[in-house]
């Protein structure tokens, strides 16, 4: 079956306007749509990636201590609440730090260079203070060499703590510092000082959420934390137990010594909460463009039914005589396609353009990423589908007319 | 002829139920959209302290050079605390707020009650007169406490309500981390969001601050900041008095300066100071500094998240789309109606007179639009926090002229659309309408 194009592309020029309004919305669909799909899915990619530890069994304690403690006094008391932690039912293991993986905006950053006076470091990354309990508290696997002993751990607050002994470092930070190499046992230096790395640990996010480009470049460095104002105490709960943890944790710690504030609101949460909120800006933006190019999408095809309804209906007598003259219901289903095929073509092809355009701008105002062609495709297919599919009704109403309608009155 | 042309409109309305309604629910979701967003916009931007954003200013110092830390090649947003100390020597403004961030906590001498946090910040006595904060009762403290860094505290409203049950505390005693403090003011509730005085610092939390101490007693104590400190790429000092002496920034500094003049000298003072510092050997690199206002600084720094951006212009041009879209329909329905109008013409309706009862009839169609837009709208801002950080979404309020906004906007945009299909549609020959029926 061949289609006529020519004379659908001559009947199209009798309605310049609908063709005309149906490429408009079609091409300012697409252009919305296509960056709305780039943006939704970079925002997917980062709210997915792994955070690397075992969260559903993590939970965060956020400890205040009250009163002007002296670094002894911190040390004494937040080794009691981890003893007792650990001991706690339920509870797996535990250590304290100044923050955890995708904590929130802010991070420390650490120079790690090969070299001790080397002028810019070989990579970023973000350290932890951990002792001797973290990997078997974040549940994080060790691929080479060494926990840390705990003799080896240093006492220190976040204002004050040992810069010196061996480090753990991710398999991502170690295959940037050493592409080639086993870097087990090799000698990097942060700050000039020389730190010989005794493991290597499977990837684990740092702690801020904003890093991209060295997000799995994390440095344990062997301190035992206690800041006179409190520290947050990553508890591994045993399997199925979190929630139970969640719940008693405070209530235990309390008991340890009441001097202290944990919130009532927010001082003990799962690490999947914590872990969301820190990114719900992201998660909104994704549930606010789909929303939105879902009822974009929805509209344009409402859109392409109204007209197309309105014009099959004006072409009454029309499809009446091609069908008295011998085409066949195919023929007319074929005709209706064919026009609704060639106007959405029109808009896809000024809509690509207007998409880039749309990113240009976007790029220079709110710090976008270039639009990738794959998104005008994957757009311009949808709307072609849908455009179709909204045809598909007015197309075969056109199909079900009889011929006698040639003979009977025009539209009413 | 009006009331005429509207119970045509509203009749009509009962035509083509399909498409009429796909009308309405598209004007009232693309005005609903616009409107929310542009709510949340102009909401997230407002200037926080319409009176003063012109005198209040943030002085920026480099005292990095190359190693900048922040990525624009822009100055640190806070300061050390030696050029704290330094600005403040100079008399040229009016007013000098020193803030930072503090997580303290209070233990209540009624020992039934448990330690509270009271997280809050260090300040100089000039911040509450700067901001405006509103007081409860009592006020600030006084100039000499400021000097002295004396154990004077003003406290938040709630932590008075917890503490001293809402009654008037002024002149009592507070013990706050192993320090007993005298309580000189209480605040009315007070929470500016985005929190505009130390945007630099991110707290994570957004309940409002319920303790000020002075900034010199927090000094002399050593209390660190709850907030950010932006220091070298691996800072390797030790404790509080290395910190001190060391190049990082930690402080947000505001300075007052009501008028003109007072902006030329004090800019002149600044880079005076920074060229100083330069000539007895501390800075090794050109002055650098920067003096921005309130309202420059909120968007220098960025205050209105691109994710509020993003959402408004989407919505607009969802609005866009909903447009044509009407277009086309209006279009299609008043050409079915050609018969219609060619009786019409052809009895002797005037052009203009086609013209207003269609115009008429989309209005009508907007009006519909905007009631259910307003429903529509009601519902967005309401669930705005499945969106956004509840921190962004609590300071959007549907008011009555929000709402009047979205019937306004959706009969505006029901008239825009229906100018070309109404043209077409007066533009119907009686006669040949006549002849094909």
């Known amino acids: 079956m061949s289609i006529p194009v020519r004379p659908i592309l001559s009947a199209l020029t009798r309605h310049k306007a609908g063709v005309f309004l149906i490429a408009l919305q079609v091409a300012l669909t697409l252009a919305i749509v296509a960056n709305a799909i780039f943006v939704i899915s970079q925002r997917v990619i980062y709210i997915s990636r792994p955070s690397g530890i075992d969260e559903s069994n993590i939970v965060v304690v956020d400890n205040r201590w009250v009163g002007a403690l002296t670094p002894g006094q911190a040390q004494t008391k937040t080794a009691a609440d981890l003893a007792m932690l650990r001991q706690l039912p339920g509870v797996a293991d535990a250590y304290a730090d100044y923050s955890f993986p995708a904590a929130g905006p802010w991070a420390t950053v650490w120079g790690i260079s090969l070299e001790a006076n080397q002028k810019s470091p070989t990579s970023f990354s973000e350290p932890y203070f951990t002792d001797e309990h973290a990997l078997a508290t974040y549940g994080v696997r060790l691929v080479a060499g060494r926990n840390f002993a705990a003799e080896e751990v240093t006492p220190g607050s976040q204002l004050e703590q040992s810069t010196r002994g061996p480090i753990i470092i991710t398999q991502d930070l170690a295959k940037k510092l050493f592409p080639t190499e086993l870097s087990l046992g090799r000698v990097v230096y942060v700050g000039g000082i020389a730190r010989t790395i005794v493991g290597v640990i499977s990837d684990m996010e740092v702690p801020a959420v904003s890093t991209r480009s060295f997000a799995y470049r994390s440095v344990l460095s062997p301190v035992r934390l206690a800041d006179a104002g409190g520290d947050q105490y990553i508890v591994h709960a045993s399997p199925g137990q979190a929630e139970h943890v969640r719940r008693t944790v405070a209530a235990a710690l309390y008991q340890v010594s009441r001097l202290r504030v944990i919130d009532a609101i927010d001082g003990v949460q799962s690490f999947h909460a914590l872990r969301s909120k820190a990114y719900s800006r992201d998660r909104g933006l994704v549930i606010l463009l789909s929303t939105a190019s879902i009822i974009l999408l929805l509209a344009t095809a409402g859109g392409i039914i109204g007209i197309m309804v309105f014009w099959v209906d004006e072409r009454r007598r029309q499809i009446g005589l091609r069908r008295a003259l011998g085409a066949k219901r195919s023929d007319i289903l074929a005709h209706i396609l064919t026009e609704n095929f060639l106007i959405i073509f029109l808009g896809i092809s000024v809509g690509s353009l207007l998409a880039f355009t749309v990113n240009l701008a976007l790029m220079q105002y709110l710090e976008m990423a270039r639009l990738p062609t794959t998104y005008i495709a994957l757009g311009s297919a949808l709307l072609l589908i849908l455009g179709q599919c909204a045809a598909l009704t007015p197309a075969r109403r056109a199909a079900r007319m009889s011929p006698m309608e040639a003979t009977r009155a025009a539209i009413g | ?437």
Request: hydrophobic content about 45%; charged content about 20%.
């Open chain 2, 1 to 437: 002829m009006f009331t005429y042309y509207f119970n045509l409109g509203m009749r009509s309305l009962s035509r083509n139920v399909v498409i009429t309604g796909l009308m309405i629910l598209l004007i009232a979701v693309g005005v609903a959209g616009s409107i929310t967003t542009y709510a949340l916009l102009s909401a997230v931007s407002a200037d926080p302290l319409p009176l003063k954003s012109r005198q209040l200013f943030i002085p920026q110092i480099d005292n990095r050079g190359a190693d900048r830390v922040t990525n624009d090649g822009e100055p640190d947003p806070e300061l050390t605390l030696r050029d704290v100390i330094e600005l403040r020597a100079n008399r040229e403004a009016t007013g000098q707020a020193a803030i930072y961030p503090i997580y303290l906590s209070a233990v209540p001498t009624d020992t039934r009650i448990e330690p509270v946090a009271a997280k809050g910040y260090a300040v100089t006595a000039d911040f509450f007169r700067m901001f405006l904060v509103p007081f409860q009762y009592g006020s600030v403290w006084s100039k000499q406490d400021d000097d002295e860094g004396s154990n004077a505290v003003v406290i938040g409203r709630d932590l008075n309500q917890k503490l001293f049950r809402g009654e008037n505390s002024v002149g009592r005693e507070l013990p706050l981390e192993g320090h007993v403090y005298r309580i000189a003011g209480v605040m009315t509730e007070w929470n500016p969001l985005p929190r505009f005085y130390a945007v630099a610092d991110v707290q994570g939390f957004e309940r409002s601050p319920q303790v000020f101490l002075p900034f010199q007693r927090a000094i002399n104590l050593k209390i660190p900041t709850a907030g950010s400190t932006f220091c070298a790429l691996n800072y390797q000092g030790k404790g509080w008095d290395d910190l001190v002496r060391s190049e990082c920034s930690w402080i947000s500094f505001w300075v007052e300066l009501p008028e003109a003049k007072a902006i030329t000298r004090y800019r002149s003072f600044l880079s005076a100071y920074a060229e100083d510092q330069r000539a007895n050997g501390r800075f090794n690199w050109p002055a650098y500094t920067r003096l921005r206002d309130l309202d420059q600084w909120l968007q220098y720094m960025k205050v209105v998240p691109s994710e509020v951006r993003i959402s408004f212009i989407v919505a607009l041009g969802l609005l866009l789309v909903c447009t044509v879209n009407t277009i086309g329909l209006l279009l299609a329905r008043f050409m079915r109606r050609g018969p219609d109008i060619g009786i019409r013409r052809a009895l002797g309706a005037s052009r203009r007179a086609i013209y207003a009862q269609y115009l008429v009839e989309a209005a009508v169609i907007g009006l519909a639009g905007g009631l259910l837009g307003v429903l529509l709208t009601l519902c967005f801002i309401g669930s705005l926090d499945l969106v956004f950080e509840a921190k962004i979404a609590r300071i959007v309020h549907s008011d009555a002229s929000t709402m009047a906004l979205a019937v306004a906007l959706a009969i505006l945009v029901a008239v825009i659309a229906a100018a070309y299909p109404v043209w077409r549609a007066s533009r119907i020959q009686p006669a040949w309408q006549l002849k094909t029926e």
